[in-house]
């Protein structure tokens, strides 16, 4: 519990100011690109019942030449049976964070499903791609955070 509220602490200090894109879960470009390599997997969300935007910081004189993006945080609860529709990371790097329940995610990087359980993390890059699915009679709470367009931008 407290290794969670720390964690919280780190990334609600650095994510300073609230940013776009908070209505979907996954950008349509990436659900698009997973259906031209035709991945395996849902392709529609559903089951997400709440997106809580946590914040963002401008990434602006953080990485040469890449003012256009936005370090996000998000909390996303998904209920029992939701899914998070298949979708493939390009420049998007990201971390999961379970704060609650169990998720099982399929990823592209692994023969098999792996269940992702609270205080477990997910690492998201390039080339990656994935969908989530919530198996348990529970609602996953998980802390989301990526690195995307500046509001305003192409997802």
Same mark, same amino acid.
């Given at each position: 519990?407290?290794?969670?509220?720390i964690?919280g602490?780190?990334?609600?200090?650095?994510a300073?100011?609230?940013g776009?894109?908070d209505?979907?879960?996954t950008p349509?470009?990436e659900?698009?690109r997973?259906?031209?390599?035709?991945a395996?997997?849902p392709q529609?969300t559903?089951?997400v019942s /709440?997106?809580?935007?946590? !914040?963002?910081v401008?990434?602006?004189?953080e990485?040469p030449d890449d003012?256009? =993006?936005? &370090?996000r945080t998000?909390?996303?609860?998904i209920?029992?049976?939701?899914i998070?529709?298949?979708?493939q990371?390009q420049?998007?790097?990201?971390?999961?964070?379970?704060?609650?329940?169990e998720?099982?995610e399929?990823?592209?990087?692994?023969?098999e499903?792996v269940l992702?359980?609270a205080g477990?993390? /997910?690492?998201e890059r390039? !080339?990656v791609?994935h969908?989530w699915?919530?198996?348990g009679?529970?609602?996953v =709470?998980? &802390?989301?955070v990526?690195i995307?367009?500046?509001?305003?931008e192409?997802?």
């Amino acid at each position: 519990m407290q290794k969670r509220r720390i964690l919280g602490a780190m990334l609600l200090g650095v994510a300073a100011t609230a940013g776009g894109h908070d209505n979907e879960v996954t950008p349509r470009a990436e659900r698009e690109r997973a259906q031209v390599l035709q991945a395996e997997g849902p392709q529609d969300t559903r089951g997400v019942s /709440a997106i809580e935007a946590l !914040g963002a910081v401008s990434l602006a004189g953080e990485i040469p030449d890449d003012s256009d =993006r936005v &370090l996000r945080t998000r909390e996303l609860t998904i209920a029992p049976g939701g899914i998070v529709a298949v979708h493939q990371h390009q420049q998007r790097p990201g971390v999961a964070y379970i704060l609650e329940g169990e998720m099982v995610e399929h990823r592209n990087d692994r023969d098999e499903p792996v269940l992702r359980q609270a205080g477990d993390t /997910a690492f998201e890059r390039s !080339g990656v791609t994935h969908w989530w699915e919530n198996v348990g009679d529970e609602p996953v =709470r998980a &802390l989301v955070v990526d690195i995307v367009p500046a509001e305003g931008e192409e997802q």
